[in-house]
């Protein structure tokens, strides 16, 4: 069988067989790939250990007929202490999930995988909730997706108070356009300035960022809930995130039309 070397984080991990692991990784070359290691669940397998979640590995494939079998493994970075902690492990799974939905197999995101190996490496000493939500705006940013939070993504107004944010237009809307999307969002200001923030922001300056508990929930649902729109995905860590860490609901965000229906005035818009 022809083999190939590849250098990739562990995003995925499942079973296969009785034996067997199946592993996702996010290689830097190659992009997305899923394969098999054989034995991988034997207490005594060469590969323990070797293909945690999180992992930074190098791996010699060997192409299958169906899927690539690892035949060598070499960690580069275990990223461990992302497994001693609870807060970590959560938001450290949030954020390989995230990187899982965003890619589809084999196709290169050298990018990507920067990104998410400098996350996880942040998270290991640093806040990983706010470093969650830097990945997340980080992948929207190299996904395309990067929403505006300072300009009506209609008429290019300049926005400076809370506004409505719609996912299916890619931002914000004034007052006056927030009605071209009736499923929009209302997002507080310093939720905007936030998102806004953490889609330019280099990783060193992110600890300047200071949000509230209440803040951080608003952006992280916002973040979220776009993220799944255009990743036509549901995200499943949030909802464990909010089990294990009893963090605030995090979606849905509010409809920006709520009030406007709650007074019942016959469909017209909140300005
Ligand atoms: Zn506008």
Same mark, same amino acid.
């Given at each position: 069988? +022809? ?16 034996? @067997?692991?199946?592993?996702? *990784? ?20 060469? #590969?323990?250990?070797?293909? !945690?979640? &999180? $992992? ?10 169906? /899927? ?9 970075? =275990?990223? =461990? ?15 390989? !999930?995230?990187? @899982? %939905?965003?890619?589809? @197999?084999? !196709?290169?995101? +050298? ?21 969650? /939500?830097? #990945? ?23 926005? %400076? $108070?809370?506004?409505? &944010? ?16 009736? @499923?929009?969002?209302?997002?507080? =200001? ?8 953490? *889609? ?8 300047? /960022? ?20 255009? *990743?036509?995905?549901?995200?499943? $860590? +949030? ?13 849905? =965000?509010? +409809? ?6 709650? %007074? ?6 909140? %300005?």
């Amino acid at each position: 069988m +022809p083999v190939y070397k590849a250098e990739g984080i562990v995003i995925r991990r499942g079973n296969l067989g009785e034996a @067997d692991r199946l592993v996702t *990784l996010l290689c830097r070359d190659q992009g997305k790939v899923t394969a098999a290691a054989k034995g991988a669940r034997k207490p005594k397998s060469r #590969f323990a250990g070797r293909l !945690e979640l &999180f $992992s930074h590995v190098r791996v010699l494939l060997a192409v299958g007929r169906t /899927l690539d079998v690892v035949s060598q493994v070499e960690v580069a970075t =275990a990223f =461990a202490a992302l497994r001693e902690n609870l807060d970590r492990l959560a938001y450290a799974a949030l954020t390989v !999930e995230l990187a @899982d %939905r965003a890619t589809a @197999d084999r !196709e290169p995101a +050298p990018d990507l995988f920067r990104v998410l190996r400098t996350a996880l490496d942040l998270m290991q000493t640093g806040d990983p909730q706010l470093i969650a /939500l830097w #990945f997340a705006a980080q992948l929207l940013v190299h996904s395309g997706y990067a929403p505006t939070t300072d300009r009506c993504q209609v008429c290019g107004r300049s926005v %400076r $108070s809370g506004a409505a &944010f719609s996912y299916a237009l890619g931002g914000v809307l004034c007052g006056t356009d927030q009605h071209r999307d009736p @499923d929009a969002v209302m997002a507080s =200001a310093g939720a905007l300035r936030a998102i806004g923030y953490l *889609l330019h922001v280099q990783p060193e300056a992110l600890a300047r /960022l200071v949000l509230d508990p209440r803040q951080r929930t608003e952006v992280g649902g916002l973040l979220q809930g776009y993220a799944e729109y255009r *990743l036509e995905t549901k995200l499943k $860590s +949030p909802l464990v995130i909010q089990k294990l860490l009893k963090t605030g609901t995090p979606t849905p =965000a509010s +409809p920006a039309r709520g009030g406007a229906r709650e %007074r019942g005035n016959g469909g017209t818009r909140t %300005r």
